[in-house]
């Protein structure tokens, strides 16, 4: 019989003291259940849901991170009110871009891997840590990648040790890279991109950083069919996230409103945003 099977008792496996990671402990134990584990029938391809575009843009103490609501799916709209952007403990935020479904799937992985560790270390994890171990787990996902369903995310959190926010990209083979100041991914990144080196500022506040991540936004939505821009008509906003030495939080969709309702005021004359 197996230990703890019928008796309302964990198994052995569950309570024997191992590796901080939950992301090994569930390769050894279920790793059916890791979404790097599964893979596509020989010749097929699937449709699936993209996220788009995420910006991350640093402030003084800290870093705000943006994201659109679209998903698509070739040329179609797959889904116009998708969160891409999320906490992944008290001091860190992830971005999602690429297949949707994958993609938050990883990004609930690593929540628990990050709690799992703080669980048993009793301590949270470095901000360099959190950042390659995330690494490790899009490396993971290499196998997906190649059959097309890959998952690129853009990290960004508190260093508590530096007392700044930090932004780190990866590429789909799990390299991790850290970036300085601003920096966007997904299909509008360019844009978005563009719009950031224009507008990004040293040393500028956090309602200054949330402004310009949100007109970034605009900016790749007016070039990019794929990035989804502030919706009006259905009031769906961007999400936007920020981090700081006060911890983990989101921006309000009211307060993202009034941000959208004075970058669209201030582009009536002005289209391209020239000026």
């Not at 890279?177 to 500028?204: C, I, N, P, T, W």
């Not at 200054?208 to 939505?221: C, F, G, R, S």
């Not at 794929?226 to 989101?250: L, S």
């Amino acid at each position: 019989m197996t230990p703890g099977a019928g008796s309302g008792r964990l198994p052995d496996a569950f309570l024997a003291p191992g590796s901080s990671s939950f992301a090994e402990f569930l390769s050894a134990q279920a790793p059916s259940l890791l979404p790097s584990r599964r893979t596509l029938p020989a010749g097929t391809t699937l449709e699936a849901p993209h996220g788009t575009t995420i910006v991350t843009v640093t402030f003084d103490g800290g870093v705000a991170m943006a994201g659109d609501r679209r998903a698509t799916m070739g040329n179609i709209i797959a889904n116009r009110d998708m969160e891409k952007v999320f906490a992944t403990d008290e001091y860190s935020l992830v971005g999602i871009a690429g297949t949707a479904g994958l993609a938050i799937e990883l990004v609930r992985l690593f929540q628990v891997e990050l709690e799992h560790y703080e669980k048993i270390e009793g301590a949270l994890m470095s901000l360099e840590g959190k950042a390659n171990r995330l690494a490790s787990m899009i490396r993971g996902n290499l196998g997906m990648a190649m059959q097309g369903l890959s998952v690129v995310p853009v990290f960004a959190g508190y260093d508590l040790e530096q007392s700044r926010g930090r932004i780190f990209s990866y590429d789909v083979t799990g390299g991790c890279y850290e970036e300085h100041d601003h920096h966007s991914v997904g299909s509008g990144s360019l844009f978005a991109r563009g719009s950031l080196k224009k507008r990004f500022r040293r040393g500028q506040s956090l309602d200054e950083a949330v402004a310009i991540a949100v007109e970034a936004l605009y900016d790749a939505a007016d070039d990019d069919s794929a990035t989804g821009g502030p919706d009006v008509g259905r009031r769906i906003w961007p999400t936007v996230g920020v981090v700081d030495v006060e911890g983990t939080r989101f921006v309000a969709e009211d307060d993202v409103a009034v941000v959208v309702d004075t970058l669209l005021a201030s582009r009536v004359d002005d289209p391209g945003g020239a000026r």
